[in-house]
């Protein structure tokens, strides 16, 4: 019997997380695809091809060439342009797809959050009094603390920032996750911050700064996600899995 061929468009914990459930299934080929951003990405349970396909048509072209049965967009909350093209291209090629996008954070009683829709915005939000900051965005998305160089930034990221800012108090911290909420709570105060920049990504692996903000009372300025299209969706690992293994069990792998 011909494998049920999977390409999961991952850069996320629960892209490896699913791909490792397939991983061991001999009725899947399951190739994981990544866009190269990180220097040394972690180890991953699957084949994996890198790089960019070249927008919605690239990645229809890829689709079809490849014969793909089904197409899983696990990627982050924030990648909005991947999704859109998966979703395009699935709708051009009639490969069905399966988005797996693990819920956003919810703010609670206690906690002190200013939302913002934008890197910018919350950069702004952030007042023009000189705040202690730990910045979580991202290396990508640094670009507006430029125009607010009276804060003290603790910037920390996966990869180092190089060059780095142009700005006047900024320290680098090189960390991959999970964080501890404990861990998170030491940072926070051996650093004197009293505010957080950081996306709404969800999931375990982030929110310890967002527990430790709440038992500190620091204010956290949270970057609203952006839009994704409205496809299939699941919230977890476990439903993707069993989604998927519906899907291939019924033969329903063209024109979802
Ligand atoms: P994006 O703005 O949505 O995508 C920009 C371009 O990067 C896409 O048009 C595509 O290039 C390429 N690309 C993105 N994801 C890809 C993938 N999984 N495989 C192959 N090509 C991909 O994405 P981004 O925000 O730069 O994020 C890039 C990657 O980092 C994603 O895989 C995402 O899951 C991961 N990530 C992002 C964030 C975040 O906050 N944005 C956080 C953690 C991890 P072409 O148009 O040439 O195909």
Redesign the pocket.
């Known amino acids: 019997m011909m494998a049920y061929k999977i390409l999961?468009?991952?850069?996320?914990t629960e892209?490896r997380e699913l791909a490792a459930r397939l991983a061991g299934e001999p009725r899947y080929e399951t190739k994981?695809?990544?866009?190269?951003?990180?220097a040394r990405p972690a180890g991953q349970p699957v084949p994996v091809?890198?790089?960019?396909?070249?927008?919605?048509e690239?990645?229809a072209a890829h689709l079809a060439g490849k014969g793909i049965d089904l197409l899983v967009d696990?990627?982050?909350?924030?990648?909005?342009?991947?999704?859109?093209?998966a979703a395009e291209a699935a709708r051009v090629t009639k490969v069905p797809l399966l988005a797996l996008r693990r819920p956003g954070w919810e703010r609670g009683k206690l906690d002190r959050w200013t939302e913002a829709d934008t890197v910018a915005a919350a950069v702004v939000a952030l007042g023009e009094r000189t705040r202690r900051v730990l910045v979580t965005?991202?290396r990508?998305?640094l670009a507006p603390l430029r125009a607010h160089p009276h804060h003290f930034y603790l910037i920390r990221s996966v990869d180092p920032v190089d060059p780095p800012l142009d700005l006047p108090d900024a320290q680098y911290l090189l960390a991959r996750g999970p964080f501890g909420e404990d861990d998170e709570r030491r940072l926070l105060i051996d650093h004197r911050i009293d505010a957080i920049l950081s996306?709404n990504?969800g999931g375990a692996a982030t929110y310890g700064k967002i527990a430790a903000a709440r038992g500190l009372g620091i204010e956290v300025v949270m970057v609203r996600r952006p839009p994704k299209p409205v496809v299939p969706t699941v919230g977890t690992v476990d439903e993707a899995v069993a989604e998927i293994a519906h899907r291939a069990a019924s033969g329903k792998n063209r024109g979802v």
């Open positions: 999961i468009l991952g850069g996320t892209a994981l695809s990544l866009a190269g951003r990180t091809r890198v790089g960019g396909f070249g927008g919605a690239g990645l696990a990627t982050h909350p924030f990648a909005a342009r991947i999704s859109a093209n965005l991202g990508q998305e996306k990504s």
